[in-house]
């Protein structure tokens, strides 16, 4: 690939195919490559305006005759916190989150299983080897890290280290003035803690420690129920026709 070519990015659009999020809908995607240095830069650009990255691609929809595909940033800087969140965040607080480098583990793998099996049994990514997940995690041109949630293990006192059961994972892109989840998963068995919303809930702390603009939550689609829980982090802004405006 040349340097003209990364300078200015060809654009694909994908097959038409079935839409995972709404019934009787199918599906297109526009996408170009994220390689070489100027990857990040790119990618910043791009996910202002709507993209997301898998590996060493971005992408958008681009559906004929419909929009439903919104993508959402949660506004660091007004979010506030629920009671119903603030008990989420209590019922964790034995939790040990550690930032790793973007490099697999056959532990988290298992885990991804786990909560594949459970959650998506019916999709595509169960079907994923440890190669694909490897793959996944590894291939990325872009600030990229894993944050592994960790039971504290009694023997770890309060040296905020812990060897204990891994029990959540988050693949996570910094961008410039923003974090973007890219992927994340957790113990299936462990509906009382609620942990997919712990895990946004510690991107939002974490960004506010590092003085970050937003947090991207990948897309939102209103009437799709595996995608009603985002819209629960106000203040929330969707790409729109206009501009990020309010998701009220």
């Known amino acids: 690939m040349t340097s003209h070519t990364l300078d200015q990015p060809q654009f694909y659009l ?28 790119l990618n910043d650009l791009l996910s202002a305006g709507g993209f997301r990255r898998s590996q060493t691609i971005a992408y958008r929809p681009a559906c004929d005759g ?31 989150a550690s930032i790793k480098p973007a490099v697999p583990t056959s532990e988290q793998y298992s885990l991804f299983q786990q909560y594949l099996q459970s959650r998506h049994g019916d999709g595509g990514m169960v079907e994923m080897s440890m190669n694909d997940y490897a793959a996944m ?20 006192g309060i040296t905020g280290q812990s060897s204990g059961e891994l029990i959540a994972v988050a693949l996570t892109d910094h961008l410039g003035d923003t974090t973007s989840m890219v992927y994340s998963f957790f113990r299936p068995d462990m509906d009382k803690r609620s942990l997919g919303t712990f895990i946004i809930l510690d991107h939002i702390q974490r960004a506010v420690k590092e003085g970050l603009d937003y947090v991207y939550l990948g897309y939102w689609v209103k009437h799709s129920p595996k995608m009603a829980y985002k819209a629960r982090f106000q203040p929330l802004e969707f790409l729109g026709n206009h501009g990020w405006e309010p998701l009220e």
């Open 14 to 41: 994908t097959a038409s195919q079935t839409c995972p999020y709404l019934e009787g809908k199918m599906e297109r995607k526009i996408f170009t490559y994220l390689v070489g240095e100027n990857a990040p830069h």
């Open 66 to 96: 419909c929009q439903a595909c919104l993508s959402v940033r949660v506004l660091v800087s007004q979010f506030t916190y629920s009671r119903s969140f603030t008990r989420v965040l209590n019922r964790n607080k034995d939790l040990i």
């Open 137 to 156: 995690v590894e291939e990325s041109h872009i600030d990229t890290m894993l944050i592994e949630y960790r039971l504290r293990d009694v023997d770890s």
